[in-house]
């Protein structure tokens, strides 16, 4: 029993990091599509990262619950001694572990710099107000992701945070990021923004064909099986 229980609390353990790396991740994705200028994909990264928050809020919460009840009774004598998730050389191979800033708070979306609004105003004078713009705002949606990753570590290793609520914060803060990238990059330039789609293509889309192209061999593979 206890070397199931212990195997039960490596699964659970497991799972709360992987759905933590799962938002952090889709956080990055926008921050991605953002960087790369695209307002579709950004629009499609936030409703991807909408569905993953739902769901994973209610995951972490049973998966929590069930750590800290296995805990609780290895404490009190299952297991002669206490547990952590750390002890018995377990090892998550995430980005979980490379947390280094587990504040509280999520990070503050930055103050913007004053954007040209003058009609005599060149366009590359403009273009690098936008893009200067642009970084900040992709680089608050990293920290976000990173802060997410640490509120995963904090709520796992020492039980300091209510994970659900993190999440639903987190989901928060991104949303109005984005409102603020479309009020204040995209806003009254969607033509020139439009122009610089495809400076940076975001290294996932790249990873999801590759995914797509090994389904699609394993999929035409169980077809010919199947025929033959």
Known sequence: MHDAARLRLRDLTQ??????????????????????WDTGLVDDCMHELSDAVEQGRGEVRQYLAEINGLRQAFVSGVNSGTLSASEGNYFHPGRTLSFLHPHQDPPPVTVPAAVPTSPVVSTATLRMSLRRRNTELAADLTELAEWVVAQTGEAVEHQSVLLPQSFARSWTQTRETVAAWKREVVGDHPVLVAEMRGEAPPEFLAERARVERVLARVRARRRRSAAG
């Open 15 to 36: 799972g709360v990091y992987d759905i933590g790396d799962e938002i952090a991740e889709g956080i990055d994705n926008v921050a991605a599509s953002m960087a790369d």
